[in-house]
């Protein structure tokens, strides 16, 4: 009697136990983007009580939404290419060579910086056009087609510009328009840039096309099964080849960014822009096999880098300990979306 | 009787292979006509001619009387021809209302729907429920499930679902039964017979005889690229059926060709 009584508590328990793990799994199903938020409220939430007001300061909030704008706008092509079950290795190059584009030339053809500005956007979506081009009609795999376009962009980069910075003094005189991400405000101590601003609306606007427009579900299914949706009436090709463009488009406008954010145009800046961007996607729960995810997940996994270089930083640790931790969360988040991937039966 | 599809002197080659061999085929309004053949006798690939995967070499596809040229399974199935692949063609990470609309997505009515081309989620969500409760397999709980967390046979009906919703002439299925449990066959079998119901005519093609032999008004016994008979469930057996698609037993010569 006894003992089955007890069985039957245990078993209760434990059917509660699997029920409650099946509605997390369900909810991380509907909603990928709770896991990096949860992570970056804890450590905002535990460096914060920490460090006190030291981090705890619209500043200091502010200046990460600033240090992360670069990886935020790049990790935003990268969302849409992975969601394809892609990868984009040349989004830094693209960014990079097309900044580079922009200063070179107002100051060597002397064009309006207006016009410069539109030629560098121009270029950066031809690249990803290309790529999107290879990637679609000639089916060739996207990481070999964006590694040999990432060195062919920065050897371009390097090459054309014959490696030579132009100073911040000069474009401030001259094109200040190139330098306008950089412009700064001041909200009751909270610093923004325009770049920031721009960052958060572009992820906000590429939240609703992927969530409310026919197009952002087609990069979902697209991504998820190819064959399927070309057989559901999906035009695959153009998924594909729009969505390197938009890339390429993207990580152009943040080539323009990192002229606001460094001041000069240097054709060695953003290097780590590919891994940076990766990062945030993996750890923001995008699936790398494509199909799941979602881009605010992306933002808060950039944020999360943001939060644990400076809180890490104000702390006095070695910067190591931020590769060691963000390694971490790489491996738990993969961890994390293979399980979410397993189907609940 | 006008059929609704029919082909004429269809010819297919793959390098050396004739897949098609002046191959003739017709289907009625409002029945189900079951196409059966060993391995390799090219019923995939007549079908794919018929559903716009495959452009024939040589010959006619002519829906209600017309000639019709696919070029591809969009073509088809903008002409009213659905087809539910063996696989299912199916996104398993999104919503069944996602995937019933995928390609054919309703936008919102107004300046929200032109100008920031919104979907219309809730109008596609009612719509499905609805194509799914008609066709009684509504003990899907939430329209919004990710099709990946159904069971094969509910998975199934929502291809099947998906198809009659919008197939409005003709319904071709690929084996949907093969990858399926007794009482799950059971169900998609009830399926095809209320699409039937509908007055939609359906191409059923599938190994498993007992399933054609149910369902099926007429049969098309498919060999070496080409129509060997059409029969009547009633007038053979089940062994018949496979002697004739085997080479084993010839068909009396009153059913050869035309039927």
């Known amino acids: 009697m006894v003992e089955n009584a007890t069985e039957d508590i245990h078993s209760e328990v434990e059917s509660d136990h699997n029920s409650f793990i099946r509605k997390f799994h369900h909810v991380l199903h509907q909603t990928p983007a709770i896991v990096p938020l949860i992570v970056l409220s804890l450590s905002i939430l535990v460096f914060g009580l920490l ?23 790049v990790g935003a092509a990268q969302t849409l290419v992975i969601l394809t079950a892609g990868i984009d290795l040349s989004v830094g190059a693209i960014m990079v060579f097309s900044s580079v584009i922009m200063g070179q030339f107002t100051f060597r053809y002397g064009l309006p910086p207006t016009v410069a500005v539109a030629c560098g956007l121009l270029c950066g979506s031809l690249i990803g056009c290309i790529n999107g081009w290879l990637v679609a009609k000639m089916k060739l795999p996207p990481f070999i087609v964006t590694l040999g376009m990432w060195q062919i962009a920065l050897a371009a980069n390097f090459l054309y510009s014959a490696n030579e910075t132009i100073r911040s003094q000069d474009i401030a005189a001259d094109a200040p328009l190139l330098q306008i991400f950089g412009t700064k405000f001041n909200i009751g101590g909270a610093v923004f840039t325009y770049g920031v601003i721009f960052m958060v609306f572009l992820v906000l606007f590429l939240a609703y096309v992927l969530k409310h427009t026919a197009w952002g579900r087609h990069v979902y299914a697209v991504g998820d099964d190819r064959e399927a949706a070309g057989l559901s009436g ?21 080539g323009w960014t990192l002229i606001g954010r460094i001041g000069s145009v240097s054709p060695t800046s953003g290097q780590l822009a590919n891994i940076e961007s990766i990062t945030a996607v993996v750890i923001g729960g995008i699936s790398l096999f494509g199909g799941r995810g979602s881009i605010l997940g992306m933002f808060f996994g950039a944020l999360i880098v943001g939060v644990f270089s400076l809180g890490l930083r104000l702390m006095g640790a070695d910067a190591q300990w931020t590769y060691l931790l963000i390694g971490t969360l790489i491996i738990v988040a993969v961890a994390l979306d293979q399980w979410i991937r397993k189907v609940a039966s | 009787m006008e059929p609704i599809l029919a082909a004429r002197g269809l010819v297919k080659r793959f390098g050396r292979v004739t897949a098609l061999d002046n191959c003739d085929f017709e289907l009625y309004p409002g029945e189900i006509l079951g196409v059966i053949g060993d391995n390799g006798a090219g019923k995939s690939t007549l079908i794919k001619s018929l559903s716009g995967a495959e452009i024939p070499d040589e010959g006619e596809v002519f829906l209600e009387g017309e000639a019709v040229n696919f070029s591809s399974p969009i073509d088809a199935r903008k002409a009213g021809i659905e087809t539910v692949y063996q696989t299912l063609a199916m996104s398993p990470a999104l919503a069944i209302a996602d995937n ?31 194509k ?6 509504m003990t899907i709980q939430n329209i919004n499930q990710a099709v990946e967390t159904l069971s094969g046979g509910q998975r199934q ?20 039964t093969a990858a399926l449990g007794v009482r799950e066959s059971r ?15 359906i191409i059923l093609i599938s190994h ?45 010569s009153e059913f050869v060709g035309t039927a």
């Open chain 1, 234 to 254: 999906v035009n695959v090709n153009f998924t594909l080849i729009s969505v390197y463009t938009i890339a390429g488009l993207i990580c152009a406008f943040a």
């Open chain 2, 187 to 201: 169900r998609v079998l009830d399926l095809i017979l209320d699409v039937k119901s509908r007055g939609i005519p």
């Open chain 1, 51 to 73: 460090l006190g007001p030291k981090f705890f300061s619209p500043f200091a909030l502010t200046l990460i939404l600033q240090q992360v704008q670069i990886v935020g706008i």
């Open chain 2, 157 to 176: 009906g929502v291809a099947v679902a998906r198809a009659a919703a919008f197939g409005s002439k003709v319904i071709i299925m690929d084996e949907p």
């Open chain 2, 132 to 137: 799914l409760t008609d066709l009684g397999i």
């Open chain 2, 100 to 130: 019933m609309f995928m390609g054919r997505e309703i936008r919102k009515k107004g300046l929200m729907g032109q100008l920031f081309r919104k979907l219309d989620h809730s109008k596609m969500q009612k719509i499905a429920h609805q």
């Open chain 2, 208 to 252: 498993n005889m007992p399933h054609v032999f149910e369902v099926s008004d007429r049969i098309h016994i498919h060999r070496l690229g080409r129509r060997l008979c059409v029969i009547k469930p009633d007038d053979f057996s089940m062994s018949d059926a496979v002697a004739f698609m085997t080479g084993a037993k010839k068909p009396p």
